[in-house]
């Protein structure tokens, strides 16, 4: 596919599980940040990679939660030890060379909707 | 206090009707400043993009950035039904360049 690709689309879980969440960006984005959208709450930033690293990971609420990128492209955020206040859709995006840090154009994919019982 | 402040609505109008949205920020270094539209169980997708202040018209979709209010706002002129999602407004420092501050979004629905 052309887009932004993320699984699984749907998670539900138990407290106190861990879970990961995958996104498989465009191809040739080198830039890639991870979203969170609570109810009510607007889009948060967790993380920003820029190839397999992460200069920017001052979002990330928690030591519960991290993320990896490998080759470049897929990346994982993991978060364990799910609480209740963890429940909302996680989006990824990616963005070209120079892209997003120009114009701010980053490309979404559909999220990841976590439900923690 | 959030760094972006937008009113959630919901706002109904009817179609052809002219839609005004609007946030306001609090921190002067944002400088670029973004409209994004989000229809429902999508990702958001980049409406319009305006760097400082100034005005910017794309067909039906005018942004305004007013740097010294700290206010932006769209309008989008003739509405139709298919203009029905959720706009979200977002900002950019030129310090962290790709991080986006977001508005918690408008509820738009156009009603034919």
């Known amino acids: 596919g052309a887009g932004v690709s993320q699984s699984p689309s749907n998670k539900v879980t138990e407290k106190g599980k861990d879970v990961e969440l995958r996104c498989d960006p465009i191809?040739?984005?080198?830039?890639l940040y991870w979203y969170r959208q609570s109810l009510g709450q607007g889009l948060e930033f967790l993380i920003y990679?820029?190839?397999?690293?992460?200069?920017?990971k001052s979002g990330l609420p928690s030591d519960r939660f991290s993320a990896e990128r490998t080759g470049g492209s897929v990346s994982t955020l993991t978060i364990q030890r799910t609480q209740q206040e963890d429940s909302a859709v996680y989006l990824c995006?990616?963005?070209?060379?120079?892209?997003?840090?120009?114009?701010?154009?980053?490309?979404f994919g559909e999220g990841s909707r976590l439900t923690v019982l | 206090q959030k760094e972006v402040e937008q009113d959630p609505g919901p706002l109904s109008v009817p179609e052809g009707a002219i839609v005004s949205l609007n946030c306001t920020y609090s921190?002067?270094?944002?400088?670029?400043f973004m409209w994004y539209r989000q229809y429902s169980r999508k990702g958001p997708e980049l409406l319009m993009y305006?760097?400082?202040?100034g005005n910017k018209e794309d067909g039906r979709f005018t942004a305004q950035v007013d740097k010294s209010s700290k206010y932006i706002s769209l309008f989008i002129r003739d509405s139709q039904p298919s203009d029905s999602a959720t706009y979200l407004c977002?900002?950019?420092?030129?310090?962290?360049?790709?991080?986006?501050?977001f508005g918690r979004g408008t509820q738009l629905t156009v009603w034919p």
């Open positions: 305006t760097y400082s202040s």
């Open positions: 191809s040739g984005h080198t830039a």
């Open positions: 921190n002067s270094a944002f400088q670029y």
């Open positions: 995006a990616s963005s070209p060379p120079g892209g997003g840090r120009n114009t701010g154009e980053l490309f």
């Open positions: 990679f820029q190839g397999n690293s992460a200069p920017d």
């Open positions: 977002a900002m950019m420092k030129s310090s962290t360049l790709g991080r986006l501050y």
